[in-house]
């Protein structure tokens, strides 16, 4: 029989593929499971088991969340990269990193084929696909759900009719949960104008009370927690766990999607918004304009990149240099206070801050200059409109 390594979650479509791949086509199905993060140990056995239960050969468990932290979320970080200013990439960054150890999970074990379970109005089907035939050329994609058109119904009765029990309620909202946030998917996101009721959000809000925290960063990476310096992994992780019962980071993004359609996603990123917006406040105080500005230009360009699947362009190498170049002096404390639905930026602390008073104190004192070395610079700054204006005969 030919080997297929099928891309397994435990849901619904993953779920259906497991059955038609062995049933229908009379594959041997060796479904493995990535985890960047988003499941505990007993998440982890129970998907294990169901991949048993669905008759799959063999069942693999890989842990990528180091791996998708230093790859991959440390440049959404460095860049600052919120997608149209508001959504942190939560599953467009999984999904490379997934791809990727798919791929070479499949080369290990000599698979011949490879599956997974996109549907074809999505994003995921050209990012696996892609990453695939850039690794693993040659090896042949099966997507059922894809392929077949199947809706969430017709995949319920498949299931029912081969004894596994699937219910309609049980699938009515998709959510996707990793390191870097998680998203949920359902029919609110379908529309325009509906936002997806309380009862859809994966964590409740039960915390009501301010409460101050403090982040440190070295060079640009999230290192302590609250004054404890326990890796940026478990920060991300901590941070989740003390920011999200508030409520913060809940939104539902609109993009365009890669295939040309716009999108709607809900999600909830606590820890991720807090960060990147902690860290920008850093790179505020320790770095310069040009600096800034460069890294706002480059690090749009990475993350939309990014989210079209194409991390494994050696241009993603090259930006990536850039931005652990420009994080040199991103070192320091920011102190954050957490409330219902919002969060506030105190401040920072930091040995590199360039908002040093002894040069000078914005509207109140100039202490590196004089007030005749700012007429001439502002002569000579505004020289060429002023040339422009008298030759046009506007002044």
């Known amino acids: 029989m030919k080997k297929v390594v099928l891309a397994f979650s435990g849901g619904l479509d993953t779920s259906f593929c497991c059955i038609y791949l062995s049933k229908d086509l009379g594959l041997e199905v060796h479904s493995v499971i990535i985890n960047t993060g988003g499941f505990s140990a007993e998440e982890l056995q129970t998907v294990e088991k169901r991949a048993y239960e669905l008759g799959v050969k063999s069942h693999t468990t890989i842990d990528e969340t180091e791996d998708y932290y230093k790859d ?26 997934q791809a990727t150890a798919i791929a070479n999970y499949a080369k290990k074990i000599g698979a011949t084929c490879v599956a997974h379970g996109s549907t074809g109005a999505g994003n995921d089907q050209v990012r696996f ?30 299931l029912n009719k081969h004894g596994v029990e699937y219910s309609a309620e049980k699938a009515k909202y998709s959510i996707n949960k990793g390191l870097w946030g998680t998203s949920v998917g359902g029919a609110e996101t379908l529309t325009s104008n509906q936002y997806l009721p309380e009862s859809a959000w994966p964590t409740p809000i039960t915390q009501d009370q301010p409460r101050q925290i403090t982040i440190d960063f070295e060079k640009g990476e999230p290192v ?8 940026a992994v478990k920060v ?11 409520g913060i980071g809940r939104d539902i993004h609109v993009g365009d999607t890669i295939i040309g359609i716009k999108g709607r996603v809900g999600f909830e990123a606590a820890g991720p918004i807090i960060l990147v917006k902690a860290h920008h406040m850093l790179e505020k105080h320790t770095l310069t304009k040009w600096q800034l500005s460069w890294k706002d230009q480059i690090a749009a360009f990475y993350g939309n990149y990014m989210h079209e699947g194409q991390m494994h362009d050696p241009v993603m190498r090259d930006i990536e240099a850039f931005l652990s170049s420009a994080q040199a002096t991103v070192t320091g404390r920011v102190i954050v206070e957490l409330h219902p639905h919002r969060f506030v930026i105190i401040g920072v602390e930091s040995d590199h801050d360039l908002m040093n008073n002894k040069f000078g104190s914005y509207g109140e004192m100039n202490e590196g200059y004089t007030g005749d070395d700012v007429k001439g610079f502002s002569k000579i700054f505004g020289n060429q409109v002023g040339i422009w204006f008298k030759v046009n005969g506007q002044s």
Request: cysteine-free.
């Open 129 to 158: 696909d892609m990453i695939f035939q850039t690794l693993i050329p040659g090896i042949e994609i099966i997507t059922p759900i894809r392929d077949l058109k199947l809706s969430r119904e017709a995949e319920i009765e498949y």
């Open 72 to 97: 991959t979320i440390k440049y959404l970080i460095f860049g600052n990269v919120l997608k149209n200013a508001t959504y942190p990439l939560s599953v467009s960054a999984e999904r490379v990193t």
């Open 236 to 246: 991300i992780q901590q941070l989740q766990e003390l920011a999200q019962p508030y």
């Open 224 to 231: 302590g927690l609250n004054g404890e310096k326990i890796g």
